[in-house]
């Protein structure tokens, strides 16, 4: 699968216009190199991405004035009979993110495809919930993901996570130009409720999915380490 494909479709259309398409063009290497670096600092193959053509914006409701910008969603998608994560990575994060945001916020949605991985292994999986309060959202994102130093190996990238990520990702500077060069020049958004926002597969999609033995055998290694530095800040 071409990365690009509905990135290039919605050029095509006249939906995205040249610069904005060559701004995303040249930088699209940043998303691969980050790929690359996760990979070798983890060990674990990154899930399959593709790059969404417009801005992703979350509410709690449809008449809240509250948003958030979503650069990055982990969707699991069930596809005659054969499950898949795939990772969407927003159009606007590539064309203004800076190189070290744009690796961090691909870390932290690998961190939530281990997590969604470890579930299903366990068949718990059935009804994933969120919060539709955006800070309470942020909260249960951070206190449910594998620890990043269990999983990679890599200070550098860790640097940029443990900035990026303190509690909840927020980043004012690319915020303030996605609104500019993007949202306010009306280049194409989509609306995600925080409500919906949410993962269900059902007991019989579950029992249909198999994983690699030694891919569940990594995973658990992880959580095992993962839970031992979480007990660690308890106490």
Known sequence: MDPLVRFKDAYSKGIIPDGVYQLVLKRFPLVLSGIDRIEKASGIQYPVAYVEPSLVISSPNPNSYEYGILFARTIPIMFEDKFQVVIQISAPLIAYGLKGTIHAILAHEFLHFLDLMRKIS????????????LFENAYSDETR??????????????????????????????????????????LPKSNVSLDTNTVKLSAESLSKIKLDPAFILKIQQLEEKSTKIHKKRLY
Do not use: C, Q
Request: proline residues 4%; hydrophobic residues 40%.
């Open 122 to 133: 366990k068949m718990e999986l059935i009804s994933d919930e969120i919060s539709g309060n």
């Open 145 to 186: 993901l594998f620890e990043p130093r269990v999983v990679f190996k890599d200070r550098v990238l860790l640097n940029h996570i443990t900035k990026k990520f303190p509690a909840g990702f927020r980043d004012y500077k690319l915020e303030d130009k996605v609104m500019k060069f993007w949202a306010e020049k009306d």
